[in-house]
Structures are given as structure tokens and as C-alpha cells.
């Protein structure tokens, strides 16, 4: 008996040898699970089978460096998205000599002197201010001085028509502001004050005459490619909010891309020049921007088809009983893949990397448990932010949420709402504390998080269920998407995924942009051969979706979330974030354009695959006649020798697709995490 139909059968015994007594009440008072030391494993998010066992793996790590995993976005139009330039040299302004800036000066001011406000505007102006003010006015700016207005205006109406007429009458050379006492101040503008658009547009041309440098005329939006090296999409977002001193909400991407790698996306941004967002170039550390182009509409979630990877997996070995060799079981196993594709789990990131999984959570939240899911956020865990430990152990023993929150460290922004919140009752006089109330606290995404991990649990349980009852045949029951109820339906919140993906880990788990539905596949169509696997898709438990018209799947539902104390016909909850509208997802994805490159190394810190940005950097060396590297022209460098073996992988990626499921696939490895790469043991040696 396998590793897995043990386990599997064990707790089908334990839940026989319950009986009768083991009533809902006294099953959801037990203590929490929480793991040992090594974690969440694959089998306690429902990750069991392998399309194959015949075709074998391979043993590697990676992950090891973050140089050694590379993501590109796939826009809607198919484009892989890569880095091409570093934005745009400003122009510098010719200098002028001493002599030639006295002479501006000079006609300047003598053109002042000579000025004549239009009658028409001055009235205007008179009648608002008073002829007093307007001459002290015109003084001001022909002396070049400043004044202030002896009236005041406390109408914003009136305030804003003073501004306009003030720009109008002395061709935008004069700034004004208001006071805190609702006075104007007014001086001569500076070369970096206000100035009217034509003079703005004439300003930022090119040499050939283009505005914008180039870029053309201003529309609503800039989108640009944002490169980033071991940054999450959210912090970088957060460092170009807080340096153009912009709302975050403003900056927009299509879907979030890992921490731990090297990545390429289209972002879009409004409200800002383009000038300014080119110049974060000179600040930023670990991220470029470049590819500006000006669009009418943002970006949003869903915005792309998919991801390009280019993954180094290190320290490659072939398992001692094995015969073949690695190149053979690299060709056999990304034919079967190419041909069949993969299981398209959940994968262990969903479900986060420390020892209590972020499904336990949402169970809890399903449930309605609101205080046992704030403890299991806060618990003592082998498997966590070491830093948070101690903060931990003084919850655990003191229950004293004011004393764990000076210790709890910032990052952790869940187990500090909830701290907070405690902290907060417990001053108010409110001892028994309102968990419900902490729960809220925490920001929205990350809160939805949890109850979306346990759709995916539940997803990919019965989704291996599947496999192991019919493999790849399609059988009557199953569902797929109904096309005909596609057309004009767009999405509000149909994926279950929406809200997960800003706090995972990696990217492949995006939001999809179109509402759907599914309805099973009849007999008839089966024997016509109407669909392939490929087609097929599962529900994520919600009020929402249909579920298989097979009853052998439709009672695996049932079976694994009774022993939860849950009902997946009943998913509809009071508070609207924890009431689940589910999903569907295709249980099987292909893969493109997958291939494979083995290389030797002989140092760790070798760097296997070159970056965009030293690709980049190299090409402009070579064509500018400058020193360049050769081996950095081309995304692989050469196969300078070593006594380590590294696999080289590439291959596209849908949107929702994982990754490290296909490595699963390929290499027959359980990919439970450690921290931030794959520490990766073969079946074998579990079973050991």
C-alpha cells in the first residue's frame, strides 16, 4: 500500500471509529491541526496523483537563487512581455552663455513693463478684487514682487474663477495661491510653475517633433513594462505610489507575479506625466520601467493570457534505481506532458508556508468559528516568521493581546489586526473580545484568502478523486463550459480566485475576466467524442455553480466537506465575504512551447539564465560600439562545464495555471515548500 492510500484509508478509519458520539459539537472543539516542523505536505491539500507513474522523474531544487526563475506576462494579444528599454534620456536644454541670459532677462523684463492687460479680462478682474488689488497686481508683475490680495473669498466657486482670470490676463506668468485665510498670494510664476498646455506640449518635443519626447499626444493612461528582481508586484506598486505621491489604486496591473524571481509585466498608471515616471528610474533599486506608451483605457485583473517561464532547476541527479538517463526521462517526460498535459492543482503556495495551512483557516471562517480562526492565525507554529515566535508564545501563554503585539512584527498583517482589535476591546472594558470583529480587521484580501484556500482544498481533493475513478477518459456527468451562456455575461465576482491572488506568492493564479457556467456532458456526446479531458472542468464549492452530474464526484463533495462539518449546497453565508460563489476550473492544462536545456555549473552562485535587464544592456553595448558580453546577448549562456547538473526549463502558462505543478508532473517530486524554494524529496524516500 502507497504512502497516500494509507494515509487516505487511515483517516476514513478514524472517521468510522468516531460512532455516534462524535457528535459536530465535540468535532469542532478539537484543537486545531497544526503541522510539524516540515510543514503542510502535499497529501493535506488533497494533492495525490500523477498522471503517469510510468514515465520517471528526477531529483533538483529550485528556487535556489531567485535569478533562477524567470516569469514574463503573456498579454490579451499574446505578446510576451519583455523588457526592450529603460525608458528615455531627457533632452538636456542647450546652455546659454552669461551674456545671452542677461539679454533675455533684460527683454524680458522690458516686455513686462510694456505689458497692457485686455480691457475685457480686467474688468473682470476689478470687479472681483477691486481696482486697488489689480494694480497692485500689475505692479507685481512687472517689478516682480508679490502681493496679497486685500479681500477674502470663502466661495470655492468664485476662488477658482479668480485663478483662471488671473492665468488668462498674464498668459500663465503669474501664480496665485490661497491662504488659509481665503486671500490670494501672487507672484511671477518660476520656470517650474504652472504653464499653459500649448507651451507644455512645445516644451516636451522630440527632435523630430513629437510630444512627449516622442511618445506622442497625452491620452487617460500610461502602461509600461515593469521589470522587478525579488519584489512582490503589491511593494513595487507601493514604492511608485509613495515616490509620485499618487494613490496606490491608481497604478493597475493584470495579475500579481512572484517574489522570489525575476519578472516582466505591463502596468498602467493615470494621472501623472510621463516625464515624472520616467524619472523613478534614477531611484529605484531592483526595478525598471520602460515601454511607455499611451492607452485610453487602464489595465485590470484578467488583462493577460497567461505567463512565460524560464526556470533553473539545480543540483540535478537521476534516482540510483533508475536506468535511464537524464536526458531520456527530460525528453520522455515533456513529450507526455506535451501531449497529455498535467494535473492542474492548487498548488502548496495557496495554501501558504507556514504549519497551520490558510484552508484551516477558511474553514473555520466557513463555519463561522470566529475566535478558534483568530487563534489558529496567532498559534505557536514550528513553521513560521521567526521573528513572530516569541509574540506567539506570549499570546499562547497570556492570552494578553497588548503584550503580543509589541512583539509581533509588522509583516505580519493578520496576526496584527487581530492584536489590534484585542487590544483595543481590552482597553474598552470588552474582556471576552468580539472575534468577529478582529476578523474584519483584517485587510479584505487577505481575509477572503482563507476561505478561497479551502475551495481549493476541496477542488483539488475531488479533482484527484477524478482521476484516480476515470484517468483521462471523459465520461457522462462531467462538465464543461457552457458556451452559449457566454455571450455579453461579464464577470463581477464569479472567479473564486479574485481576491487569493494578491497574496500569493506567485502569479499563476489570476482572476478570470468572464462570468461562466457549465453543464454536464451527456452520454451521446461522450460516445460521439464531442469532448476531450482538456474541456472537462470542476467547481470550487458555491452557491453558485453546478456540480457533476456524476454522482460518484457529486457524493466526494459531500463526503469531504461533511467531515468538515460543511455542506457544499450550502455555501451562502450572512457576511457577504465569507459567502462563496465558487468556480470552475479545467482539471487538466496544457502547457506550450515547453522544452528543455541541460547545463553544468560548478559554483551555487553561478548565474544559469541571463535577465532581461543583462540582455538588454548587452545588446545596446554591442550596438554602440562598447564593451558587451557575449554570453549575455541570449536568454541561455553557454555550457562552460562543471561537476553540477542544472535542467533548464521554458514553456507558457494559461492564466490560473501553477507552475510548480507541472515541475510536480515532470520531475514526480512532492513540491512542499520550505520558506521560498521547492526543498523536494521523491516518493521513494517519503515512503522511507
Known amino acids: 500500500?502507497?504512502?497516500?492510500?494509507?494515509?487516505?484509508?487511515?483517516?476514513?478509519?478514524?472517521?468510522?471509529?468516531?460512532?455516534?458520539?462524535?457528535?459536530?459539537?465535540?468535532?469542532?472543539?478539537?484543537?486545531?491541526?497544526?503541522?510539524?516542523?516540515?510543514?503542510?505536505?502535499?497529501?493535506?491539500?488533497?494533492?495525490?496523483?500523477?498522471?503517469?507513474?510510468?514515465?520517471?522523474?528526477?531529483?533538483?531544487?529550485?528556487?535556489?537563487?531567485?535569478?533562477?526563475?524567470?516569469?514574463?506576462?503573456?498579454?490579451?494579444?499574446?505578446?510576451?512581455?519583455?523588457?526592450?528599454?529603460?525608458?528615455?534620456?531627457?533632452?538636456?536644454?542647450?546652455?546659454?552663455?552669461?551674456?545671452?541670459?542677461?539679454?533675455?532677462?533684460?527683454?524680458?523684463?522690458?516686455?513686462?513693463?510694456?505689458?497692457?492687460?485686455?480691457?475685457?479680462?480686467?474688468?473682470?478682474?476689478?470687479?472681483?478684487?477691486?481696482?486697488?488689488?489689480?494694480?497692485?497686481?500689475?505692479d507685481s508683475y512687472k517689478n516682480v514682487t508679490k502681493m496679497e490680495t486685500s479681500r477674502k473669498f470663502d466661495g470655492k466657486a468664485e476662488r477658482t474663477k479668480i485663478h483662471q482670470l488671473l492665468r488668462a490676463a498674464f498668459n500663465n506668468q503669474l501664480e496665485s495661491v490661497t491662504s488659509p485665510e481665503n486671500t490670494f498670494l501672487i507672484a511671477l510664476a518660476n520656470r517650474r510653475s504652472r504653464v499653459n498646455k500649448k507651451d507644455l506640449v512645445e516644451r516636451n518635443k522630440d527632435a523630430n517633433g513629437v510630444e512627449n519626447w516622442g511618445y506622442g499626444p497625452s491620452k487617460s493612461f500610461i502602461h509600461f513594462t515593469m521589470y522587478k528582481e525579488n519584489k512582490d508586484t503589491m511593494d513595487v506598486a507601493n514604492v511608485l505610489s509613495k515616490f509620485l505621491k499618487t494613490p496606490t489604486r491608481l497604478i493597475r496591473f493584470a495579475g500579481t507575479k512572484d517574489r522570489r524571481a525575476i519578472t516582466c509585466q505591463r502596468m498602467s498608471i493615470s494621472k501623472i506625466n510621463i516625464d515624472r515616471l520616467n524619472a523613478l528610474n534614477r531611484a529605484l533599486k531592483g526595478v525598471v520601467l520602460g515601454g511607455f506608451k499611451f492607452e485610453d483605457e487602464s489595465l485590470s485583473l484578467g488583462d493577460l493570457r497567461g505567463n512565460e517561464f524560464t526556470i533553473a532547476i539545480r543540483d540535478v541527479k537521476v534516482p540510483e534505481v533508475s536506468t535511464v538517463s537524464l536526458e531520456q526521462i527530460l525528453a520522455d517526460g515533456c513529450a507526455f506532458i506535451k501531449e497529455n498535459g498535467f494535473i492542474n492543482y492548487f498548488g502548496m503556495q495557496r495554501f501558504g508556508t507556514f504549519s497551520v495551512s490558510t484552508h484551516e483557516v477558511g474553514k473555520c471562517l466557513l463555519l463561522e468559528q470566529w475566535e478558534k480562526a483568530a487563534n489558529l492565525i496567532l498559534a505557536e507554529q514550528e513553521n513560521v516568521l521567526p521573528i513572530s515566535k516569541e509574540a506567539r508564545k506570549i499570546w499562547s501563554e497570556t492570552k494578553d493581546p497588548a503584550a503580543a503585539l509589541k512583539r509581533m512584527p509588522r509583516q505580519c498583517v493578520a496576526e496584527n489586526a487581530i492584536l489590534h482589535s484585542l487590544a483595543d476591546q481590552a482597553r474598552n472594558g470588552d474582556s471576552a473580545g468580539n472575534y468577529l470583529h478582529c476578523i474584519n480587521k483584517i485587510p479584505r484580501n487577505l481575509r477572503t484568502m482563507y476561505g478561497h484556500a479551502y475551495q481549493s482544498y476541496v477542488w483539488n481533493t475531488v479533482t484527484s478523486k477524478r482521476i484516480e475513478l476515470y484517468g483521462l477518459k471523459v465520461v457522462a456527468g462531467d462538465l464543461?463550459?457552457?458556451?452559449?451562456?457566454?455571450?455579453?455575461?461579464?464577470?463581477?465576482?464569479?472567479?473564486?480566485?479574485?481576491?487569493?491572488?494578491?497574496?500569493?506568492?506567485?502569479?499563476?493564479?489570476?482572476?478570470?475576466?468572464?462570468?461562466?457556467?457549465?453543464?454536464?456532458?451527456?452520454?451521446?456526446?461522450?460516445?460521439?467524442?464531442?469532448?476531450?479531458?482538456?474541456?472537462?472542468?470542476?467547481?470550487?464549492?458555491?452557491?453558485?455553480?453546478?456540480?457533476?452530474?456524476?454522482?460518484?464526484?457529486?457524493?466526494?463533495?459531500?463526503?469531504?466537506?461533511?467531515?468538515?462539518?460543511?455542506?457544499?449546497?450550502?455555501?451562502?453565508?450572512?457576511?457577504?465575504?465569507?459567502?462563496?460563489?465558487?468556480?470552475?476550473?479545467?482539471?487538466?492544462?496544457?502547457?506550450?512551447?515547453?522544452?528543455?536545456?541541460?547545463?553544468?555549473?560548478?559554483?551555487?552562485?553561478?548565474?544559469?539564465?541571463?535577465?532581461?535587464?543583462?540582455?538588454?544592456?548587452?545588446?545596446?553595448?554591442?550596438?554602440?560600439?562598447?564593451?558587451?558580453?557575449?554570453?549575455?546577448?541570449?536568454?541561455?549562456?553557454?555550457?562552460?562545464?562543471?561537476?553540477?547538473?542544472?535542467?533548464?526549463?521554458?514553456?507558457?502558462?494559461?492564466?490560473?495555471?501553477?507552475?510548480?505543478?507541472?515541475?510536480?508532473?515532470?520531475?514526480?517530486?512532492?513540491?512542499?515548500?520550505?520558506?521560498?524554494?521547492c526543498d523536494v524529496k521523491t516518493h521513494s524516500e517519503q515512503a522511507n
Open 1 to 138: 500500500m502507497s504512502e497516500i492510500e494509507d494515509k487516505k484509508r487511515g483517516n476514513e478509519a478514524i472517521a468510522a471509529d468516531a460512532g455516534p458520539e462524535s457528535t459536530l459539537d465535540s468535532h469542532l472543539d478539537k484543537k486545531p491541526k497544526v503541522m510539524g516542523p516540515e510543514g503542510i505536505s502535499e497529501t493535506d491539500v488533497g494533492i495525490t496523483k500523477f498522471l503517469t507513474d510510468n514515465v520517471p522523474g528526477f531529483l533538483g531544487q529550485i528556487k535556489q537563487r531567485y535569478t533562477d526563475f524567470m516569469v514574463n506576462e503573456i498579454d490579451k494579444q499574446g505578446n510576451v512581455v519583455y523588457l526592450t528599454d529603460k525608458g528615455f534620456k531627457m533632452p538636456k536644454a542647450p546652455k546659454k552663455s552669461k551674456e545671452e541670459e542677461t539679454e533675455e532677462e533684460l527683454a524680458e523684463a522690458e516686455r513686462r513693463k510694456q505689458f497692457k492687460v485686455d480691457e475685457d479680462l480686467r474688468a473682470q478682474l476689478v470687479e472681483l478684487l477691486g481696482e486697488e488689488d489689480v494694480e497692485k497686481i500689475e
Open 480 to 677: 464543461v463550459i457552457d458556451e452559449s451562456a457566454q455571450q455579453g455575461s461579464k464577470a463581477g465576482n464569479a472567479s473564486g480566485d479574485a481576491d487569493a491572488d494578491e497574496e500569493d506568492d506567485f502569479a499563476e493564479d489570476l482572476r478570470e475576466a468572464q462570468f461562466v457556467r457549465a453543464r454536464p456532458v451527456t452520454q451521446e456526446e461522450v460516445d460521439a467524442g464531442k469532448f476531450s479531458i482538456e474541456d472537462v472542468v470542476l467547481p470550487s464549492p458555491g452557491f453558485d455553480v453546478v456540480y457533476p452530474a456524476n454522482e460518484s464526484l457529486r457524493q466526494i463533495y459531500v463526503d469531504v466537506m461533511n467531515k468538515d462539518g460543511l455542506d457544499p449546497f450550502n455555501m451562502r453565508r450572512k457576511i457577504r465575504d465569507f459567502s462563496l460563489a465558487g468556480s470552475y476550473r479545467n482539471i487538466i492544462h496544457k502547457p506550450q512551447d515547453l522544452s528543455f536545456k541541460i547545463l553544468h555549473y560548478s559554483s551555487p552562485t553561478q548565474q544559469l539564465i541571463n535577465t532581461d535587464l543583462e540582455i538588454l544592456n548587452n545588446k545596446k553595448g554591442k550596438e554602440n560600439g562598447q564593451k558587451y558580453m557575449k554570453d549575455k546577448l541570449s536568454r541561455f549562456p553557454e555550457d562552460k562545464g562543471g561537476e553540477s547538473t542544472a535542467v533548464i526549463l521554458s514553456f507558457k502558462l494559461g492564466v490560473s495555471a501553477y507552475a510548480t505543478m507541472l515541475l510536480r508532473e515532470l520531475m514526480k517530486l512532492e513540491t512542499s515548500r520550505r520558506g521560498d524554494m
